[in-house]
């Protein structure tokens, strides 16, 4: 079975200064693992993948992210937070069998402080 | 190449009355989902279309909603009559099949539609 927690609900940095978003999966196979953003009125926006090939992923707007087998971890950052980035972010995992699911987190909303 | 594309981006409806909501996948993709987000909330699962075939249907909140995908290729969301709690973000996505494709592919995401029940 697959599961993935997204350990915060809310994030608030200020701006300029680092993000952190974690992320926990559970996988009985090897996952598939991706972060998306909404900004509001938006629509689901894919930030990063991983699937396999480097642990550490970058993707878009500077974000990054990096697969920790060991930790089961999966978890977002960047170095400097931008007014822009105020979003909500999801952690997906995505099955290996047939059953082709894909699992959200509940979400992280982030806020950036002027 | 087209991303998965989703009509209407916003609907209002009043309660009771019945809307339609399109989702276009991308062209090959076995795999389509809907999912929806309700005021803010967690996005819920509601369905997993391989082809025309329902592979998974359990998170269909009630018997108010129905699917349906026929000939494989775009597939339609119908709530009737709506509700207020049905208000909310659908999300459709698409994705080819991890079995044959080294396990690993992605889903792809429309811009969603805002349904709003007045």
């Known amino acids: 079975a697959q599961s993935v927690t997204q350990l915060d609900s809310h994030v608030s940095v200020s701006e300029g200064t680092p993000v952190l978003l974690r992320c926990n999966y559970s996988s009985s196979y090897s996952p598939s693992l991706f972060w998306y953003v909404q900004h509001p009125n938006k629509g689901l926006q894919l930030l990063l993948k991983?699937?396999?090939?480097?642990?550490l992923v970058k993707g878009i707007n500077g974000f990054e992210a990096e697969f920790k087998k060991s930790e089961t971890s999966f978890h977002l950052t960047k170095p400097s937070a931008h007014m822009s980035d105020a979003a909500e972010y999801f952690c997906v995992v995505t099955s290996l069998n047939r059953d082709d699911k894909i699992i959200f987190g509940k979400g992280t909303r982030l806020h950036i402080l002027p | 190449e087209a991303g998965v594309t989703q009509f209407p981006s916003h609907s209002v409806i009043e309660k009771g009355q019945t809307v339609t909501l399109r989702c276009d996948p991308i062209s090959g993709h076995d795999n389509l989902y809907w999912y929806r987000r309700v005021m803010g909330k967690e996005i819920k699962f509601l369905l997993h279309?391989?082809?025309?075939?329902?592979?998974?249907e359990s998170g269909m909140p009630n018997n108010r909603f129905l699917a349906e995908r026929t000939g494989g290729t775009y597939s339609t969301l119908k709530v009737q009559p709506a509700e207020l709690e049905d208000s909310g973000v659908y999300f459709c996505a698409s994705s080819q099949p991890t079995v044959g494709q080294g396990g690993k592919t992605e889903a792809f995401f429309g811009q969603g539609t805002r349904l709003t029940v007045v």
């Open positions: 991983y699937t396999s090939a480097a642990t």
């Open positions: 279309f391989v082809k025309e075939s329902k592979q998974d």
